[in-house]
């Protein structure tokens, strides 16, 4: 006898889909602007996060190295960064975001705001607090580098 198992009512299936929700939302309003999710949380990092080096800057976004070094590649092209060469250890590459990419965070800084606005509004203030407690608890001890994000 097989056990039945309900897609639609485990809690993992149900996250999934409240946050592709969000993400779809969020990544149309963002393609007017040229940028992706992933370029968004780069622009972030290194603009108005300050990190500097790929890595810290995969880590903060929550890709691998192979795709930051994708996404960099791209996003240089593109005019939004430049990479040049630590001045320390000319080893080192590190990452700054262009008057381009700065006007670009200017202009996605509404869409993301109002994508936010848009999820909380659905909540009270108290079930906001509760739910960012929620996902933190979720989020304790496991694997923070995702590799698909």
């Known amino acids: 006898m097989s056990i039945p198992y309900h897609l639609h009512e485990s809690l993992g ?6 946050a592709r929700i969000q993400e779809k939302r969020l990544e ?3 393609k007017a602007l040229g940028l992706t999710r992933i370029t968004w949380c780069i622009l ?9 080096h790929p890595s810290e800057i995969a880590g903060f976004v929550g890709i691998d190295r192979t795709a930051i070094s994708r996404a960099l590649r791209q996003m240089e ?3 939004l960064i430049r990479r040049k060469a630590g001045e320390a250890d000319r080893r080192t ?10 006007v670009r965070v200017e ?10 606005r848009l999820v ?7 079930e906001v607090a509760g739910f960012r407690r929620i996902l933190a608890k979720l989020r304790e001890g496991e694997e923070l580098s995702l590799k698909t994000f």
Do not use: F, H
């Open 13 to 18: 299936y149900q996250m999934t889909v409240a």
């Open 28 to 30: 149309d309003r963002l």
């Open 44 to 52: 972030l990092a290194a603009g108005t996060e300050g990190l500097a």
């Open 77 to 79: 092209d593109d005019g």
């Open 93 to 102: 590459t590190l990452v700054e975001v262009t008057e381009a990419g700065a």
């Open 107 to 116: 202009q996605a800084i509404p869409i993301a705001q109002e994508n936010s």
């Open 120 to 126: 909380e509004a659905k909540l009270t203030e108290e």
